[in-house]
C-alpha cells in the first residue's frame, strides 16, 4: 500500500509568480485536504476535495485553488505569490471523510 | 467557532520522567480527536485518536490520552520518556459532521535532557 507523496520535496519562487503543488493520495482514498504550515505554527486548513468537488474552504483568499482528478490525486494552486505564502504546505488523504493520512509535505519559500 | 489550544509551547523533561501535554478544544459538533508528532523538516505521524467509546486511548510508542468531555480536553501522556522522544506535538479535532476538516493547536515543543 502506497502512502501519501507529495511534489516536489521543496521549492523556491519569487513574489508575484505562480506555483503548483502535487498530491498523490494513499491507494484507496477519495478525499484530499490540503493545511498550509508557518514556521511555528500549526497547520491551517486550506481546503478538501472530495470525490473531485471542493468541500470546504479555510479562511484562505481566492488566490489559492485547487484541483481533484479522477485517480483522486491532487493540485494545489497559490497565485500571486507572496513572502506570506512561505510554509510547509501538507496534503492528506482518506476514505470519506474519515480518518486522514498526512504526507510529507512541500517546504515552499517565497523571496 | 472550532478552535483547539494547547497551553504550553515548550516543555522541557528528563529522560525517564513522566510527560503530560495539555490539549483542550472548542468545537460544536461530536468530536474526533487527534494527536500527531512532527519531527524538524517532517511531515506529521499520528501518535493515536479518539472518535467514541473508552475515554483512554493508547497509542503508538507508548503514548497514551485521555477524552474528557467535561473539560473538553485531551491530554497526551507517557509513563517514561525517551530522548527520541523529542519532537513537536499537535493536537487535532474533526468531526465527520463537518467534512473531517482538522483544526490543530500551535504545538507544544518537547525537549528530553539526559
Known amino acids: 500500500e502506497t502512502g501519501v507523496t507529495q511534489s516536489p520535496t521543496h521549492l523556491i519562487k519569487t513574489r508575484g509568480q505562480q506555483v503548483t503543488l502535487r498530491c498523490s493520495s494513499q491507494s484507496g482514498h477519495n478525499t484530499v485536504s490540503w493545511y498550509q504550515q508557518a514556521l511555528g505554527q500549526g497547520p491551517q486548513f486550506i481546503f478538501q476535495y472530495y470525490r473531485e468537488e471542493e468541500n470546504g474552504r479555510g479562511n484562505f483568499p481566492p488566490r489559492f485553488s485547487g484541483l481533484q482528478f479522477p485517480n483522486y490525486s491532487s493540485e494545489l494552486n497559490v497565485n500571486a505569490l507572496e513572502l506570506d505564502d512561505s510554509a510547509l504546505y501538507l496534503c492528506?488523504?482518506?476514505?470519506?471523510?474519515?480518518?486522514?493520512?498526512f504526507g510529507p509535505g512541500t517546504r515552499l519559500t517565497v523571496l | 467557532a472550532q478552535s483547539v489550544t494547547q497551553p504550553d509551547i515548550h516543555i522541557t523533561v528528563s529522560e525517564g520522567a513522566s510527560l503530560e501535554l495539555r490539549c483542550n478544544y472548542s468545537?460544536?459538533?461530536?468530536?474526533?480527536l487527534f494527536w500527531y508528532v512532527q519531527s524538524p523538516g517532517q511531515g506529521l505521524q499520528l501518535l493515536l485518536k479518539y472518535f467514541s467509546g473508552d475515554t483512554l486511548v493508547q497509542g503508538i510508542k507508548g503514548f497514551e490520552a485521555e477524552f474528557k468531555r467535561s473539560q473538553s480536553s485531551f491530554n497526551l501522556r507517557k509513563p517514561s520518556v525517551h530522548w527520541s522522544d523529542a519532537a513537536e506535538y499537535f493536537c487535532a479535532v474533526g468531526a465527520k459532521e463537518t467534512g473531517n476538516q482538522f483544526y490543530f493547536g500551535t504545538g507544544t515543543s518537547l525537549t528530553v535532557i539526559p
Open positions: 468545537y460544536g459538533a461530536t468530536p474526533y
Open positions: 492528506a488523504s482518506s476514505w470519506d471523510l474519515n480518518e486522514q493520512f
